[in-house]
């Protein structure tokens, strides 16, 4: 019988969790970064699971958005920045979802607005990996999923319109059950962004960040993750 997305998306964070520590990646005494979403957190929740079962001790978690800082301080994972003494500006690991996957393992991630931090946690970890359910897996990026474009929202005109120079349409991303912009956790906008056909992701992510009044897109290419991925039949890929 095939399994529900939010099945999927339990058994990747579960089944990366057991792997990594398996593999060593994920050992007691660690530095590691928590990434936001729907995947991400049973990945929260499996790593407190096993600090509880006495698998890990000394854990120390740099969260990437209010949502994991919750989330952690609920489990009672000790929960650090990447400023504190006891971190250093570096972590061991990273595990957070995505919104797409390519072949290559370049993702677009921000879906939850939280690509800013989650962005400098990642680009500050020894190693990465991405936990995700099936629907994530796609040949091409920048046509299907809009890209997040984290932007200061005094300068909204000006940097829409260099992003329509790149080929882009953008959409102010608005608020649900509150009206005018989402606000993200660091108090700028969202612009997302679509193209009528594939972008090259890594040159993308260089040029939108030179524009004046960007503050971080949603491209990931700068990194080679370990990607999790399960499916409906119940099976697992990594890659
Ligand atoms: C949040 C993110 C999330 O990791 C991404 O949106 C995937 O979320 P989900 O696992 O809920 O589908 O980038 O900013």
Redesign the pocket.
């Given at each position: 019988m095939a399994i529900s997305k939010d099945e999927q998306?339990i058994l990747a964070a579960r089944s990366a969790i057991d792997a990594l520590i398996c593999d060593g990646k994920i050992f007691s005494g660690m530095k590691i970064g928590l990434?936001?979403?729907?995947?991400?957190l049973p990945a929260v929740k499996r790593l407190a699971e096993r600090i509880a079962d006495g698998t890990l001790s000394d854990i120390k978690a740099v969260v990437t958005?209010f949502q994991t800082d919750n989330c952690c301080r609920e489990l009672g994972i000790p929960v650090f920045t990447l400023n504190d003494s006891a971190i250093g500006g570096s972590l061991d690991l990273s595990i957070?979802?995505?919104?797409e996957i390519d072949g290559e393992n370049n993702l677009i991630?921000?879906?939850?607005?939280?690509?800013l931090l989650?962005k400098i946690v990642a680009y500050n970890s020894a190693s990465y990996a991405i936990v995700?359910d099936e629907s994530?897996s796609v040949a091409t990026l920048g046509t299907k999923f809009p890209l997040p474009v984290e932007i200061i929202g005094a300068a909204r005109v000006p940097v829409e319109k260099a992003l329509v120079r790149l080929g882009a349409r953008c959409v102010l991303r608005e608020g649900v059950r509150k009206c005018g912009p989402v606000i993200t956790d660091n108090g700028n906008w969202i612009l997302d962004c679509l193209w009528d056909s594939p972008v090259d992701p890594r040159k993308m992510e260089e040029e939108i960040c030179r524009i004046a009044g960007v503050v971080e897109n949603?491209f990931f290419t700068k990194l080679r993750p370990t990607v999790f991925i399960a499916h409906s039949d119940g099976s697992v890929e990594r890659r």
């Amino acid at each position: 019988m095939a399994i529900s997305k939010d099945e999927q998306k339990i058994l990747a964070a579960r089944s990366a969790i057991d792997a990594l520590i398996c593999d060593g990646k994920i050992f007691s005494g660690m530095k590691i970064g928590l990434g936001t979403g729907s995947t991400a957190l049973p990945a929260v929740k499996r790593l407190a699971e096993r600090i509880a079962d006495g698998t890990l001790s000394d854990i120390k978690a740099v969260v990437t958005s209010f949502q994991t800082d919750n989330c952690c301080r609920e489990l009672g994972i000790p929960v650090f920045t990447l400023n504190d003494s006891a971190i250093g500006g570096s972590l061991d690991l990273s595990i957070d979802g995505a919104d797409e996957i390519d072949g290559e393992n370049n993702l677009i991630k921000g879906g939850g607005a939280a690509l800013l931090l989650e962005k400098i946690v990642a680009y500050n970890s020894a190693s990465y990996a991405i936990v995700a359910d099936e629907s994530k897996s796609v040949a091409t990026l920048g046509t299907k999923f809009p890209l997040p474009v984290e932007i200061i929202g005094a300068a909204r005109v000006p940097v829409e319109k260099a992003l329509v120079r790149l080929g882009a349409r953008c959409v102010l991303r608005e608020g649900v059950r509150k009206c005018g912009p989402v606000i993200t956790d660091n108090g700028n906008w969202i612009l997302d962004c679509l193209w009528d056909s594939p972008v090259d992701p890594r040159k993308m992510e260089e040029e939108i960040c030179r524009i004046a009044g960007v503050v971080e897109n949603g491209f990931f290419t700068k990194l080679r993750p370990t990607v999790f991925i399960a499916h409906s039949d119940g099976s697992v890929e990594r890659r």
